[in-house]
């Protein structure tokens, strides 16, 4: 008896713990794209520094479903890594953009390719090029890796370079870190990732001449680039809290921050 | 004083009850969920067009929702991994049953629960640093995630759950039929193979199902180096498997398109609700016997 009573106390003083931290600082609950866990993390904390006893909360379920979720009031602010479709803001939603995204073209560091055109990287992934001497490499059939369907760097990657339902993948991998594993094991792998998680272990390749970077990103010259933006319901209030996180990763303060977590400012 | 312990007996049962029912209350509502989730895309797609369709492409202008290579794949990487796998299971199970010294049994024995308790994430990182790569070396193909690395990789996992089912039912094998086979002038392996394999047999056979469960139902490893691209199986292809095909694509997924995920994963529950009852009619016989 003297254990039920001393863990209802426990359980009591928990709670009266939690609603209190709850009501002083509030929450906002984020919700969407994988791609910008970095760069949402990373506000996310400097914020929560500024701004004792608030909580961030970051869902990682996709672009859709993030939309989706602030469509039906399940979140504050929804996170897509692509703009909203035409029929999305007929909806009632609207688009910040809070950053842009550089979509990376990597290769095997062994491999001696390091420029593909626009339409070259096309043209591979829809299987009209399938050997990496057509485009002055070694001979050696390439390896197509890409992402599953649905996913927002696929649905970047395939809209810039006008190959949607064209490509033939040899793998459908389901995260960034899958894709560049992979393509760092296999000499004639090519993939694609956004330009944030890129890491030593692949060679990233310039496309028509444009090596990725953020200052070419930014001014446009690197084409295969996509836009993370914030969404959020046309007209509807957001509650005090979500409204200064907001404010405060869209001003100008915290563009550097947005570059450390490797994405691109948009000013 | 009599009346008070028979009213505790009475609230003890109860609450066993209701702790019993909590169990039969998840298999009820995971069934009918996925009944009632599952059956609308299979309505709209059409029965025919969605389990024979060879073309699955969820997410373009024109959708195709075929899973006829999801269950192609299913089976024949599963069957793949029972050829590969029961016969390296049941030898090892005879060894360490029969003929393996207690010492060396204890040390195979805990190697193999070991071998159990590895999570299925670290076997799919493992068969994608080390086998995916020796495949496409080996074979001199030029990317070797496959339908073969998945088979590799079923078959290592299903061994602890084959070798541990095989060996309790030939451990269960009475002494007095292996000494008579002895004292007959029988010689020890010639006693293993005719007598003990045939006395737990369906012990045996509840293992390979056991494997052929394990097997159908592993998604994380496999998706990790099978490549996941919905083509019609063949060994050294790409390919995506019944349970990948829900995991891969869930976390995007909206409309029909997930509703025709849930409809995929009916069909995996209802293969393996098959299997359950092959498994189950297996044990019952043994118990009969």
Redesign the interface.
């Known amino acids: 008896m003297k254990k039920f009573i001393s863990l209802t106390l426990v359980a009591l003083i928990a709670l009266v713990a939690f609603s209190g931290c709850g009501s002083k600082g509030g929450t906002v609950s984020t919700d969407g794209s ?1 791609s910008m866990e970095n760069v949402i993390g990373a506000l996310k904390e400097a914020f929560e520094k500024e701004n004792s006893g608030v909580t961030v909360t970051y869902n990682p ?5 993030g939309i ?1 979720a602030v469509l039906e009031g399940r979140c504050d602010i929804g996170l897509s890594s692509r703009s909203l479709k035409e029929e999305e803001k007929a909806e009632g939603l609207t688009e910040t953009t809070l950053a842009l995204d550089g979509i990376a073209i990597i290769v095997n560091p062994s491999n001696p390719v390091s420029d593909l055109s626009l339409e070259n990287i096309a043209k591979i992934y829809k299987g009209e090029i399938t050997n990496w001497k057509d485009v002055g490499g070694n001979d ?4 197509l890796i890409g992402r ?5 760097t696929r649905d970047g990657f395939e809209s810039i370079t006008d190959t ?2 064209e490509c033939k ?6 995260s960034t870190g ?1 894709v560049i ?2 393509v760092s ?2 000499p ?2 090519i993939g694609y990732a956004s330009l944030a998680s890129v890491k030593d272990t692949v060679k990233v390749l310039s496309v028509d001449g444009v090596s990725p970077s953020e200052a070419t990103v930014q001014d446009g010259s690197y084409k295969v680039q996509r836009p993370f933006v914030l969404v959020t319901k046309t007209g509807a209030e957001l509650s005090e809290t979500a409204q200064s996180f907001m404010d405060y990763i869209t001003s100008s303060e915290v563009s550097d921050i947005i570059s450390a977590a490797g994405a691109v400012p948009v000013k | 004083m009599k009346n008070k312990k028979k009213v505790l007996e009475t609230v003890i049962h109860g609450i066993f009850l209701i702790l019993g029912l909590i169990t039969v209350g998840c298999v009820l509502l995971i069934s009918v969920y996925l009944v009632v989730s599952g059956i609308p895309a299979i309505r709209e797609i059409g029965i025919i067009d969605f389990l024979f369709g060879k073309e699955w492409s969820s997410t373009s202008s024109d959708p195709e929702y075929g899973i006829l290579p999801f269950i192609l794949t299913s089976i024949y990487g599963t069957a793949g991994a029972i050829l590969l796998g029961v016969p390296i299971g049941f030898l090892s199970a005879v060894y360490l049953a029969k003929i393996a010294p207690p010492k060396l049994k204890a040390v195979i024995g805990a190697a193999v629960s070991l071998l159990a308790g590895i999570p299925s994430v670290v076997y799919g990182l493992v068969g994608m640093l080390v086998l995916v790569p020796g495949i496409r070396m080996l074979f001199g193909i030029p990317d070797g995630a496959s339908l073969l690395a998945a088979i590799v990789v079923l078959a290592v996992m299903i061994l602890p759950s084959v070798i541990k089912v095989s060996m309790t039912a030939l451990e269960a094998v009475p002494k007095e039929y292996e000494d008579a086979s002895l004292a007959l002038g029988a010689t020890p392996v010639e006693t293993y193979f005719r007598v003990s394999v045939p006395a737990a047999k369906s012990g045996i056979a509840a293992a390979v199902v056991l494997g052929i469960g394990r097997a159908i139902g592993e998604a994380m490893a496999v998706m990790m180096v099978s490549g996941n691209v919905a083509n019609m199986p063949s060994i050294f292809q790409s390919v995506r498997f019944l349970t990948t095909a829900v995991a891969s694509e869930m976390s995007y997924s909206s409309g029909l398109q997930r509703q025709a995920l849930f409809s995929i994963a009916l069909v995996l529950f209802l293969f393996i609700l098959l299997i359950n009852a092959t498994l189950n009619f297996f044990l019952k016989r043994s118990k009969e016997k």
């Open positions: 994988t379920t996709g672009s859709g479903t989706t050696g059939e390439i390896v599953e369907a649905g996913s927002g949607e339902d993948y040899r793998q459908e991998l389901t899958d594993t992979t094991g296999n004639n792998a």
